[in-house]
């Protein structure tokens, strides 16, 4: 069985930073791609960012570029998201997800999913 879970959301104010984690248990996925979706209340889930198992190649959605960083650490099994100048439009709720699929660059399949960390972001 695979488990997800996400931490470290928060509320915080425009401009200000928070770094969301995701630890993996169950399996180990060292060798598979990761990522960060999010969904806003009353919209559709969407694409934040992806790493490859390696951590080498990353892929970021237009809106977070520049000021989001994605990275894992495959010894400790956990995933990062460094979220820094943060607006109001980042408030969401932010899930992490594994490809099962391993060493596959760029993932095209998100099988299994986390519960979800909440961000609210102030003005």
């Known amino acids: 069985q695979v488990q997800l879970v996400e931490s470290g959301g928060g509320l915080v104010q425009a401009g200000g930073s928070l770094r969301l984690s995701c630890a993996a248990s169950?399996?180990?996925?060292?060798?598979?791609?990761m990522g960060w979706f999010r969904q806003a209340p009353g919209k559709e889930r969407e694409f934040v960012a992806a790493?490859?198992?390696?951590?080498?190649?990353?892929r970021y959605a237009d809106s977070v570029k520049g000021r989001f960083t994605i990275s894992r650490d495959n010894a400790r099994g956990t995933m990062y998201l460094q979220m820094n100048s943060l607006k109001p439009e980042d408030t969401a709720d932010y899930y992490c997800?594994?490809?099962?699929?391993?060493?596959?660059?760029?993932?095209?399949?998100?099988?299994?999913w986390g519960q979800g960390t909440q961000v609210t972001v102030s003005s």
């Open positions: 997800t594994i490809d099962s699929t391993a060493s596959r660059w760029p993932p095209t399949k998100f099988d299994y």
């Open positions: 169950g399996r180990t996925f060292s060798r598979n791609a």
């Open positions: 790493i490859s198992w390696s951590g080498i190649n990353t």
